[in-house]
T-cell receptor
Framework: AQRVTQPEKLLSVFKGAPVELKCNYS??????LFWYVQYSRQRLQLLLR??SRESIKGFTADLNKGETSFHLKKPFAQEEDSAMYYC????????????FGKGTRLSVIA | GAVVSQHPSRVICKSGTSVKIECRSL??????MFWYRQFPKQSLMLMAT?????????EQGVEKDKFLINHASLTLSTLTVTSAHPEDSSFYIC?????????????FGPGTRLTVL
């Protein structure tokens, strides 16, 4: 069975502090992992995907197959990073849909 | 960039009526669209995969006769909630994947908030 677990519902950090949003997954096979972000009153949008190995808005995420994790990190949080963050996975083959974790609300305090 | 629209953005209806929600890909074609449901402060739960020209694939526990999906063209999928009841009140979000897209990315609509009285 495929499952995405985000253990924290809410994460509050001070501006300038490091951020780590945790994501663990279970999947029988090789999944694609994603982080999506939803800012207040906006639609869900892609933040980054593991195969791109890129840094978006200062965020990075490394896929750790041994620990089945895909934690999202940023060294210095900004107020504009406050949002809901969803970890998601999808099978590589075919038209498989995204499966989402429950999300973590990040609140950056000035 | 790829844009997905939904109409209406908000709908309030009486119990027992049917409600149709449209999902359109505005600047790309989408053979496959997805319908999600989101309860307050909860995650997106996949309801069904909508395939152009064929029957939708429903997730376990989702009643296909309750949630009718029609994907009649490469830019439009509709979700009809039949005989709606208060427990159907939720936020419905569609997502579309560009046909032949290199990155296989899913783009999301803004969602439709359904309130059944």
């Amino acid at each position: 069975a495929q499952r995405v677990t985000q253990p924290e519902k809410l994460l509050s950090v001070f501006k300038g502090a490091p951020v780590e949003l945790k994501c663990n997954y279970s999947y029988s096979g090789s999944p694609e992992l994603f982080w999506y972000v939803q800012y207040s009153r906006q639609r869900l949008q892609l933040l980054l995907r593991h195969i791109s190995r890129e840094s978006i808005k200062g965020f990075t995420a490394d896929l750790n197959k041994g620990e089945t994790s895909f934690h999202l990190k940023k060294p210095f949080a900004q107020e504009e990073d406050s949002a809901m963050y969803y970890c998601a996975l999808r099978g590589i083959s075919g038209n498989t849909p995204l499966v989402f974790g429950k999300g973590t609300r990040l609140s950056v305090i000035a | 960039g790829a844009v997905v629209s939904q109409h209406p953005s908000r709908v309030i209806c009486k119990s027992g009526t049917s409600v149709k929600i449209e999902c359109r890909s505005l600047d790309f074609q989408a053979t496959t669209m997805f319908w999600y449901r989101q309860f307050p402060k909860q995650s997106l739960m996949l309801m069904a995969t909508s395939n152009e020209g064929s029957k939708a694939t429903y997730e376990q526990g989702v009643e296909k006769d309750k949630f009718l999906i029609n994907h009649a063209s490469l830019t439009l999928s509709t979700l009809t909630v039949t005989s709606a009841h208060p427990e159907d009140s939720s936020f419905y979000i569609c997502s579309a994947r560009p046909t032949g897209g290199i990155r296989n990315e899913q783009f999301f609509g803004p969602g439709t908030r359904l309130t059944v009285l």
